[in-house]
T-cell receptor
Framework: RKEVEQDPGPFNVPEGATVAFNCTYSNSASQSFFWYRQDCRKEPKLLMSVYSSGNEDGRFTAQLNRASQYISLLIRDSKLSDSATYLC???????????FGTGTRLTVIP | SQTIHQWPATLVQPVGSPLSLECTVEGTSNPNLYWYRQAAGRGLQLLFYSVGIGQISSEVPQNLSASRPQDRQFILSSKKLLLSDSGFYLCAWALGGAHLQETQYFGPGTRLLVL
């Protein structure tokens, strides 16, 4: 079983739509969670960390559900520039590596 | 601010040839350093990580090796490339030492095609 699993998509949504991605993790000891964004043929870039209480950054909201072992990313008012692959990441605090999901591809359509 | 460099950006090599990819980090000291490979349409696979000069941990058995000759330099090597070594190689850094933190920041990557 993979440490982190996410729906590969693709998610095709119109501009202005709200879209949500979920990701599940298998290790209940995981403490650190992140969402990264990866554009085609580019490196992953940190989008946001995910805190226990949930956190928001503009149009993006991340939430953690420890009981069900999943994290989510909500994107409101989708823009064409949001088109990318979103990587879910989890790991244990202080560990020397993180586990990356295979990514969920999002395409925002005009 | 911190920056991370990788080179070359792209590389086409014949099977059986050697490989050397370089990664350097600026603006931080004693970082944790990582090498990942991303095969086409697949997730990131951690290959090696390092918490200090000369300290290398390997995550998967392979024909690749890594070295850290200087604090902010991380090198990925192979003596003989295989077709299966093709992929997108990413170097990443994270705060280490007393400031151990998990967030990793990636370099621009090297796209390797073995023919």
């Amino acid at each position: 079983r993979k440490e982190v699993e996410q729906d590969p998509g693709p998610f095709n949504v119109p501009e202005g739509a709200t879209v949500a991605f979920n990701c599940t993790y298998s290790n209940s000891a995981s403490q650190s969670f992140f969402w990264y964004r990866q554009d085609c043929r580019k490196e992953p870039k940190l989008l946001m960390s995910v805190y226990s209480s949930g956190n928001e950054d503009g149009r993006f909201t991340a939430q953690l559900n420890r009981a069900s072992q999943y994290i989510s990313l909500l994107i409101r008012d989708s823009k064409l520039s949001d088109s990318a692959t979103y990587l879910c990441v989890g790991g244990q605090t202080g560990a020397n590596n993180l586990f990356f999901g295979t990514g969920t591809r999002l395409t925002v359509i005009p | 601010s911190q920056t991370i460099h990788q080179w070359p950006a792209t590389l086409v090599q014949p099977v059986g040839s050697p490989l050397s990819l370089e990664c350097t980090v600026e603006g931080t000291s004693n970082p944790n350093l990582y090498w990942y490979r991303q095969a086409a349409g697949r997730g990131l696979q951690l290959l090696f990580y390092s918490v200090g000069i000369g300290q290398i941990s390997s995550e998967v058995p392979q024909n690749l090796s890594a070295s850290r000759p200087q604090d902010r330099q991380f090198i990925l090597s192979s003596k003989k490339l295989l077709l299966s070594d093709s992929g997108f190689y990413l170097c990443a850094w994270a705060l280490g030492g007393a400031h151990l933190q998990e967030t990793q920041y990636f370099g621009p990557g090297t796209r390797l095609l073995v023919l």
